[in-house]
């Protein structure tokens, strides 16, 4: 069984700064099934990126996500004070999985 | 737009059925699915049912208690939840798989707040 596992938990960084985000399977993701989101307090989860790397649509382009096989990575550039949230990796394939969240917080 | 409801608190061992209910796209061209968040954990996805409800798969925390159904005709899902104890308290969200059952999930409804205590 497929295990998603997400670095760091917490991200303490300033507006303007760059997010770095991990998302590890411990199989290979088929086809690149991974996708990225953003959930905020009280709010519906947003799907950022698709296919690893793929933006959903209405998505700004300072996200950006990248990897395949077992390592992949979101991106945000020049954090902007509505990016603070918990991001998600999601291995979509044949048993879907989220990894824990990391939340990215004002520091 | 998709709005859950059928949340609520209920009793260990109780059976609780949520529904989704959709509008603003082609429901039928869509497999929908269940996704829950515990109180201060992260999403853990549940179930999801192909668009013409032919076929389902269910995560295995929940296999054999919970069932996911549609009517098309209504463009509602449901989470029939039986046997329900205290770990599946959490907020249950109704999403959209783009397109098929091993898609990403494009759009989520608000959750509904499913709590089971004594």
């Known amino acids: 069984e497929s295990v998603v596992t997400q670095s760091p938990g917490t991200l303490s960084l300033s507006p303007g700064e760059r997010a770095t985000l991990s998302c590890r399977a411990s199989?290979?993701?088929?086809?690149?099934?991974l996708a990225w989101y953003q959930h905020k307090p009280g709010q519906a989860p947003r799907l950022l990126i698709y296919?690893?790397?793929t933006r959903a649509t209405g998505i700004p382009d300072r996200f950006s996500g990248s990897g395949s096989g077992t390592d992949f990575t979101l991106t945000i550039n020049r954090l902007e004070p509505e990016d603070f949230a918990v991001y998600y990796c999601?291995?979509?394939?044949?048993?879907?999985?989220f990894g824990q969240g990391t939340k990215v917080e004002i520091k | 737009q998709l709005l859950e409801s059928g949340g609520g608190l209920i009793q260990p061992g109780g059976s609780l059925r949520l529904s989704c209910v959709a509008s603003?796209?082609?429901?039928?061209?869509?497999?929908m699915n269940w996704v829950r968040q515990a109180p201060g954990k992260g999403l853990d996805w549940v179930s999801v049912?192909?668009?013409?409800?032919?076929?389902?798969y269910s995560a295995a925390s929940v296999k054999g208690r919970f069932t996911i159904s549609r009517d098309n005709s209504k463009n509602t899902v449901y989470l029939q939840m039986n046997s329900l104890s205290a770990d599946d308290t959490a907020i249950y969200y109704c999403?959209?798989?783009?397109?098929?059952?091993?898609?990403?999930?494009?759009?989520w409804g608000q959750g509904t707040l499913v709590t089971v205590s004594s």
């Open positions: 999403a959209r798989s783009q397109r098929y059952v091993a898609e990403p999930l494009d759009f």
């Open positions: 603003g796209f082609t429901f039928s061209s869509h497999a």
């Open positions: 049912i192909s668009g013409n409800g032919a076929n389902t």
């Open positions: 199989q290979s993701v088929s086809t690149n099934y």
């Open positions: 296919g690893a790397s």
């Open positions: 999601h291995q979509y394939g044949s048993t879907p999985r």
